[in-house]
């Protein structure tokens, strides 16, 4: 055993690294970070003012501090760490969103299917949910509403290197299909102010985008339009952007919505797909977990670069250039073939 101590501390670390998971999941619920803005507060407060049993919580959150995320203090008192910052609502860029949204019960649902899914190859969410999430949380707006600001906080955490990976500004109208509320678009409106945009994304996600798009400056500068992008794109952009969409779906339905937007695009546009590809073997785990998440999530996967190409290539595009743009992120140039 002896020889093997770090091997077995490391492995232990991953056998259990869920509950770590769910423990922040509960605290960023709770909203304990937004609560210790101010300063560290005592654990009764903290207890009074999230409905908790005062005990239990203090041995959640004397758990998260062993990880980084709160400082234990004297008297049960709680302050915040750097780290535990990250889960303000209001922090420039907030986890909280996606801390709720991974902890939410019908995802970790959907991953203790995982076995059925390697064993059969199909999707673990529709076999613990009897249905896909996108439908599922179209029936349940609470879900739809956590996903679509955990998506948001992922685009604005990521948009500053996916951004500077690509020159957006060569193009004068950039339309961004699925684009749920508009916070990708917004971030590069920002960046390129000679550029309009079009957000299109399905009614009840573009429902958010005007407030969004308000907040963020821009909104005079960015049509909506609401529609499923297995039946068409809008038309009249010179730059199609896709950010960690088609990772969401098989290459059937990724070719069917590769073939909406080349049906849209002029020959001289370019398809713009911010994606992870997939590194070599025995490296980039970020990237073949995510991977994972997809089979359980969506039903999509990650794939490699020779993989983009082939499916681009099926849909009528010339794979040109992958841009790299940060851990298990790059920008995926392509155009239409024949350009």
Known sequence: MANHAAEFATLMGIVTGYQRSRAVGVAAELGIADLLRDGPLPVADLARDTQTHEPTLYRLLRALASLGLFQEESDRRFSLTPMGALLRSDAPVSLRAVARFFGREYHWTAWGHLLQSVRTGENASRAALGTDVWTYRERHPEENEIFNAAMAALSRAGAATEIAAYDFGRHRVIAD?????????????????GARGILFDQPHVVADAPAMLDREGVADRVRIEAGSFFERVPSGADAYV????????PDAEAILILRCCRAAMEPEARLLLLESVVGPPNEDPLAKFIDLLMLVSAGGRERTEAEWGALLAQAGFRLRQVHPAGPASAVIEASPDGE
């Not at 896709?242 to 779906?249: A, E, F, K, V």
């Open 242 to 249: 896709m950010r960690r969409i088609l990772h969401d779906w």
């Open 177 to 193: 299909i699925a684009g749920g509320t508009g916070a990708l678009l917004a971030a590069i409106l920002r960046k390129h102010a």
